[in-house]
């Protein structure tokens, strides 16, 4: 693949160096995958079930 730069209003082809910082870049975005909405959903409901189980439990706990 051939990467042009554009360097002071002129195109240039990039460098051995710049080519392999956009490839690293590029494997650094593809590993870190956003997360999606349905991922944060599910955090979103364990974290409201951990509450109502700890409620649930101080509430049979404070009736002793």
Do not use: H, V
Request: charged fraction near 35%.
């Amino acid at each position: 693949m051939t990467y042009r730069i554009l360097d002071n209003g002129i195109y240039r082809d990039a460098t051995q160096e710049e080519i392999e910082e956009f490839e690293k870049i590029q494997q650094q975005e593809q590993t870190e995958q956003p997360k999606t909405q349905l991922d944060l959903i599910q955090e979103e409901q364990e974290r409201q079930a951990q509450a109502i189980e700890e409620l649930i439990m101080m509430t049979l706990g404070g009736g002793e």
